[in-house]
């Protein structure tokens, strides 16, 4: 069986180049980041990613705690394990006719060792607590634990930061223990 981010390479393209279809959830439409978008992000430039997106940008995008050091991360990612293509993912609400779209988040994941996926998420503050990381990360999880190779996907947080927490319980993950940081928790959900 051919899993879905090998229909690229089956038809041709590279995995940084194929279109890899968006997920939906609700009104939120979660989007692939591609090699163009990480460029102009890293080069801030908020109106290329906007235009990219067709979606407007808020003020407070990037994420507070999204670092410089990530878009490292994702092309190492893109380089050294090219059927994660696809799981690095931006959350933009969709809001169709009546009102642009607008970036609300982000949402991704990365390949770790015995088929598991970490995945981690972040919401602008004036999208939170509105359930779009809850909505956007059941969608993601779904989608991974569905892929082959996958066989459990997994999250951390701070123990301080329980609205992180109760997201991943509602993705149906359980606590198995410490996190890689100290005073972090990690949780895991089995395919």
């Known amino acids: 069986m051919i899993d879905f981010l090998q ?5 041709g393209f590279e995995a940084r180049t194929a279109r890899v279809a968006d997920l ?14 990480l460029a102009a992000e890293h080069g801030s430039d908020a109106a290329g990613l906007g235009t990219l997106l067709r979606a407007k940008l808020t003020h407070e995008w990037p994420p507070v705690d999204w670092e ?18 696809g799981w690095h993912r931006y959350v933009v609400l969709d809001g169709g006719l009546t009102r642009p779209r607008t970036l609300v988040g982000a949402i991704g994941g990365f390949p770790r ?14 999208f939170q607590r509105r359930g779009y990381a ?18 459990s996907v997994s ?6 930061v329980p609205e992180s927490i109760k997201v991943m319980e509602r993705c149906g993950m359980r606590l198995v223990g410490e996190g890689d940081e100290p005073g972090t928790v990690r949780y895991r959900r089995m395919r």
């Open 7 to 11: 229909w690229g390479a089956v038809l």
């Open 24 to 37: 939906k959830a609700g009104s939120l439409r979660l989007v692939a980041i591609t090699t163009e978008m």
């Open 68 to 85: 410089p050091y990530v878009y490292r991360i994702i092309e190492k990612q893109y380089d050294e394990w090219p059927e994660s293509f």
């Open 113 to 126: 060792a015995h088929g598991d996926v970490e995945i981690g998420y972040s919401t602008l503050p004036a």
């Open 134 to 151: 809850t909505a956007s990360a059941q969608r993601l999880v779904e989608w991974l634990l569905g892929l082959e190779g996958v066989r």
């Open 155 to 160: 999250a951390q947080a701070y123990v301080r």
